[in-house]
């Protein structure tokens, strides 16, 4: 019988463009206010990526970061997953520019995609490798430039998104850390509230967007409202349950950062205090599948984590999908 192995974060990593797009400028390109934008999502301002800057160097840089606080080399890297929905190419992948940038080479590469959701999807199927042998570093970079797929016309989009990197090293642990459970799921017959075309684009689809704006998010916000107040709090109950375990047992929660209000529907619907749920949106906005791991580093940097600390993570996304895990802090 093969031997399980047990994955654990041993490494973080997060980089924020210096650029910052505030509420107050945002009052100069389109129609809506700081209030208006405060009172419905809780953010105040997003970083937003230089023009002539390629998404890769976030993901490398927030990559390199993350196996120097792991204490590792590039070459101890096995396998590099990176999650986004904004490319800087098809192809090659960004996890094959990150794995050139750092240096891996030794590492395998593939990129996934499962929108804001994609971090907890890497981290479950990072897990598998490593519990079965396969490998012992996975290097997990999640990498966005959101603001290259909006529409900045549109009110309803724009204000919610901005862009960044973040990154953990998963490593085999030998110790009682590590992840204990994930849980991953899609709604498939609910993708269309939230799209973005790449080659292809529908009658219906065309016709939700500005004339000439056609590679840009359109976003149903109160379908994906509705599904995200029912699955993060689903989501998280499932996965505890699945090991036995209670949301008084978890030191933090650590959400996919959309919009404040999802945040505080779920803090109530959990029976959970907001001083539980790491949040960081107010300055960030919605960094889609990097937002969890910016937030892990962030928390890691301040001393907010210790080993042996459980945390859960939940996140939802365009496709829809959705996903959770829960895990012993192994650094």
């Known amino acids: 019988m093969t031997k399980l192995y047990k994955s654990g974060i041993i490494g973080t990593g997060s980089v924020l463009p210096e650029k910052k797009l505030t509420n107050a400028q945002l009052e100069n390109i389109v129609e809506t206010s700081d209030e208006w934008i405060m009172k419905r999502t809780?953010?105040?301002?997003?970083?937003?990526?230089?023009?002539?800057?390629?998404?890769?160097?976030l993901a490398a840089e927030a990559s390199g970061r993350a196996i120097l606080d792991a204490g590792i080399?590039?070459?101890?890297?096995?396998?590099?997953?990176?999650?986004?929905?904004?490319?800087?190419?098809?192809?090659?992948?960004l996890s094959c520019g990150i794995q050139k940038e750092i240096g891996a080479k030794k590492a395998a590469a593939f990129d996934l995609n499962?929108?804001?959701?994609?971090?907890?999807?890497?981290?479950?199927?990072?897990?598998?490798?490593?519990k079965n042998g396969t490998y012992r570093n996975i290097l997990i970079a999640s990498a966005e430039?959101?603001?290259?797929?909006?529409?900045?016309?549109?009110?309803?989009?724009?204000?919610?998104?901005?862009?960044?990197?973040?990154?953990?090293?998963?490593?085999?642990?030998?110790?009682?850390?590590?992840?204990?459970?994930?849980?991953?799921?899609?709604s498939g017959d609910q993708g269309s509230v939230l799209t973005i075309p790449c080659f292809y684009m529908n009658d219906e689809d065309r016709s939700k967007r500005h004339e000439g704006k056609t590679q840009v998010i359109w976003m149903d916000g109160s379908e994906v409202f509705v599904f995200a107040a029912r699955i993060m709090v689903e989501a998280l109950h499932n996965?505890?349950?699945?090991?036995?375990?209670?949301?008084?047992?978890?030191?933090?929660?650590?959400?996919?950062?959309?919009n404040m209000r999802i945040l505080q529907n779920a803090s109530k619907r959990l029976g959970v205090s907001m001083e539980k749920i790491y949040t960081n949106l107010e300055y960030t906005g919605n960094i889609s599948s990097a937002s969890i791991a910016v937030c892990l580093d962030e928390a890691a940097r301040k001393n907010m984590l210790q080993k042996g600390d459980r945390i859960a993570l939940v996140a939802f996304g365009g496709g829809l999908t959705y996903g959770a895990s829960v895990l012993t802090w192994s650094k």
């Open 42 to 57: 809780g953010i105040r301002e997003r970083r937003i990526i230089d023009d002539d800057v390629p998404l890769v160097r």
């Open 73 to 93: 080399q590039p070459d101890d890297i096995d396998l590099i997953i990176a999650t986004t929905v904004t490319p800087d190419y098809l192809t090659p992948s």
């Open 114 to 130: 499962a929108a804001c959701t994609g971090f907890i999807y890497a981290l479950s199927v990072a897990d598998q490798f490593i």
């Open 145 to 186: 430039a959101l603001s290259r797929a909006v529409d900045f016309t549109d009110r309803k989009t724009c204000v919610l998104f901005g862009d960044g990197a973040g990154a953990v090293v998963l490593s085999r642990v030998e110790d009682d850390t590590g992840i204990e459970a994930s849980l991953i799921g899609a």
């Open 239 to 258: 996965v505890m349950d699945s090991i036995g375990r209670s949301m008084e047992e978890v030191k933090y929660i650590f959400p996919h950062q959309a």
